[in-house]
Antibody, heavy 121, light 108 residues
Framework: EVQLLESGGGLVQPGGSLRLSCAAS????????MAWVRQAPGKGLEWVSG????????YYADSVKGRFTISRDNSKNTLYLQMNILGAEDTALYYC??????????????WGQGTLVTVSS | SFVLTQPPSVSVAPGKTATITCGGN??????VHWYQQKPGQAPVLVIY???DRPSGIPERFSGSNSGNTATLTISRVEAGDEADYYC???????????FGGGTKLTVL
């Protein structure tokens, strides 16, 4: 059974930093691309970032590029999201998602339950 | 950047058919995926590759994609289908994932 367990969310002041983690199990982690998707309170889904199975390719939404860094440790079956220079607009529930990807197709077949990030003074 | 447009809300009576659209420029040339999200829960994949269903998703859920519109169809709607539905594509020109704004399905 695929399981994705996010952690690391919390309350942070504007301009601060936070690192999210996602512990994965139930599949061959190193063979699967992964991603972070967020959802602001009462709003829709917003893709944040993605990373290939090897970690060699990374992708970012324009809204977070230069501030967020996605990474993975395949020896620990764990996905990370380092978030810097946080603003109120980053307040959201952050989901970790397992990706199915080919050259022209990219979708999310499993999702975690999310970790809440609140940016406020 | 590629934009996906969904109606904010759709209402349907139990037992009837719900149709949720997802519009985008020549979306028929892309693979469209659909997610169901019930209140307080994580999204669940219900349709991938335009019309394929993951295991465990009822046959009542189907999808199609042509021209400028992709469609999620839910037949014989049940109260438990009430949820937000999101379409999603991969925009290869920007290497970005794109979600539609979501459609709230209300079962009357």
């Amino acid at each position: 059974e695929v399981q994705l367990l996010e952690s690391g969310g919390g309350l942070v002041q504007p301009g601060g930093s936070l690192r999210l983690s996602c512990a994965a199990s139930g599949f061959t982690f190193s063979s699967s691309a992964m991603a972070w998707v967020r959802q602001a309170p009462g709003k829709g889904l917003e893709w944040v970032s993605g990373i290939s199975g090897s970690g060699g390719n990374t992708y970012y939404a324009d809204s977070v590029k230069g501030r967020f860094t996605i990474s993975r440790d395949n020896s620990k079956n764990t996905l990370y999201l380092q978030m810097n220079i946080l603003g109120a607009e980053d307040t959201a529930l952050y989901y970790c998602a397992k990706v199915v990807s080919t050259a022209m197709v990219y979708y999310f077949d499993y999702w975690g339950q999310g970790t809440l990030v609140t940016v406020s003074s | 950047s590629f934009v996906l447009t969904q109606p904010p809300s759709v209402s349907v009576a139990p037992g009837k058919t719900a149709t949720i659209t997802c519009g985008g420029n020549n979306i028929g040339s892309k693979s469209v995926h659909w997610y169901q999200q019930k209140p307080g829960q994580a999204p669940v994949l219900v349709i991938y590759y335009d019309s394929d269903r993951p295991s465990g998703i009822p046959e009542r859920f189907s999808g199609s994609n042509s021209g400028n519109t992709a469609t999620l169809t839910i037949s014989r709607v049940e109260a438990g289908d009430e949820a937000d539905y999101y379409c999603q594509v991969w925009d290869s020109s920007s290497d970005h994932v794109v979600f539609g704004g979501g459609t709230k399905l209300t079962v009357l």
